[in-house]
Nanobody, 124 residues
């Protein structure tokens, strides 16, 4: 069974940090790119960051310089280190796995497998 499970969400004050984890099972993890997305109430799901199988990384402009994505293939896990958090970062965060070879990796349909999400709340 293919599974992606996020953890590490919670409540933090503005300026604080959180590290999200995405643990994968049931597929050949190191052959896939993994992305993080987020969805705030009433808004569409949006791209946050992506790491390819070769560890190339990509970020949304809104998080560049504050968030860092990384992967540890030996543990089938991808991390999202989030620093200098802002209230506008509040959302449910999802990890997703998909092909390394896509035209626009920022689009949710480009990903095949999704986790259930973890809530991140940043208070002002």
């Amino acid at each position: 069974e293919i599974q992606l499970e996020e953890s590490g969400g919670g409540l933090v004050q503005a300026g604080g940090s959180l590290r999200l984890s995405c643990a994968a099972s049931g597929f050949t993890f190191d052959e896939y790119a993994v992305g993080w997305f987020r969805q705030a109430p009433g808004k569409e799901r949006e791209f946050v960051a992506r790491v390819s199988w070769s560890t190339n990384t990509y970020y949304a402009d809104s998080v560049k310089g504050r968030f860092t994505i990384s992967r540890e293939n030996a543990k089938n896990t991808v991390y999202l280190q989030m620093n200098r958090l802002k209230p506008e970062d509040t959302a449910v965060y999802y990890c997703a796995a998909g092909s390394n070879y896509v035209n626009d990796y920022r689009l949710p349909p480009r990903y095949d497998y999704w986790g259930q999400g973890t809530q991140v709340t940043v208070s002002s």
